[in-house]
């Protein structure tokens, strides 16, 4: 085992614990500035138990593919950790907080800076990329005003952790057919979720004009927006197909999509007392749905803008 590499990951999933901690137990029923950081104390022991589980899961895919170069952390790793973060945070509070406001009719929410921590996961790293969706949905979430969801801010860095996981494997093509495989089935479930519980309320709808979320049932159209994505990822992987780096990024990073949001969804059973279909239906759904949408759209976009400067700087 590579004892520095050991340490950087432990160091780095340390950092994103400690900032959490610091934010959740010190500054949770504070506004700083323009940052509102208040957390539900009722709950905040559970948040932060399911925090911990998700790094416990970031750290324990590291323990068993640990000989494998991605888990490489230097500097350059660390200034693209703050850049990708940065961003993230910036871009979710542009479009949560102040450029678009969710019609009503549509009931479907606008991320389109998924394909942040997606991007810097599959081009820097699972820890990149976890760091990034993680801290970045954080002080996002922050800078938005809406108060705080440290165990959604985990499942985004979940997204950009398994984005980052692509790298563990030499043969992409293949991993992306397993890949295709599990998001499609689970994409196919949660939907059938909907089909035998269509009343249940949207539990990430927010209406402005009353300033109260999920009162009332996911639309159909919002409800099969996973479907939606999920072929225009099926389009990316093999329009794409000579072009690996595209069609991997948009596979892992829907994988990432689906199981970063789900863990995210499914925390909420404990700690709001939701039941499995309130979860599903009302929070997975149409949060995963459109952020596929974006992810097959706008990854493909930054992966080749990537490739491009890296070809300019002679990389």
Not at 58 to 85: K, L, P
């Amino acid at each position: 085992m590579d004892t520095k590499r050991f340490t950087n990951v432990v160091i780095s999933l340390a950092v994103i614990l400690a900032i959490f901690a610091v934010i959740m137990f010190l500054l949770g029923t504070t506004t700083v500035g323009v940052f509102n950081f208040s957390v539900d104390q009722a709950t905040l022991v559970l948040r932060f138990v399911f925090v911990i589980i998700g790094l416990l899961i970031a750290f324990a895919v590291y323990w068993f593919t640990r000989d494998n170069a991605a888990w490489e952390i230097g500097t350059r790793q660390v200034v693209w950790m703050a850049i990708g973060a940065a961003l993230y945070a910036v871009f979710s509070w542009l479009f949560n907080g102040t450029v678009f406001v969710v019609p009503s009719l549509s009931q479907v929410s606008l991320r389109p800076a998924i394909a942040i921590p997606m991007f810097f996961g599959y081009a820097f790293g699972p820890v990149v990329g976890f760091f990034t969706g993680a801290v970045g949905n954080m002080f996002g979430d922050a800078l938005t005003g809406f108060g705080l969801s440290p165990q959604w801010s985990i499942g985004n860095g979940l997204v950009g952790f398994i984005a980052g996981m692509a790298l563990l494997f030499q043969d992409k093509k293949k991993s992306m057919d397993t890949v295709l495989w599990i998001g499609g089935v689970l994409a196919v479930l949660t939907v059938l979720l909907f089909v035998f519980n269509p009343k249940t309320p949207n539990g990430t709808y927010f209406d402005p004009a009353t300033g109260n979320f999920g009162e009332t049932p996911l639309t159909v159209f919002a409800a099969i927006t996973i479907l939606i994505g999920f072929v225009l990822v099926l389009i990316v992987r093999f329009g794409f197909g000579s072009n690996i780096d595209v069609a991997a990024a948009v596979t892992w990073g829907m994988l990432g999509n689906v199981i970063g949001i789900l863990f995210a969804a499914l925390s909420d059973i404990f700690i709001n007392g939701f039941s499995l279909v309130a979860a599903v239906v009302g929070e997975f759904l149409p949060a995963a749905g459109p952020n596929l949408i974006f992810a097959a759209i706008l990854v493909p976009l930054l992966v080749a803008a990537y490739a491009a400067v890296q070809r300019q700087s002679g990389r």
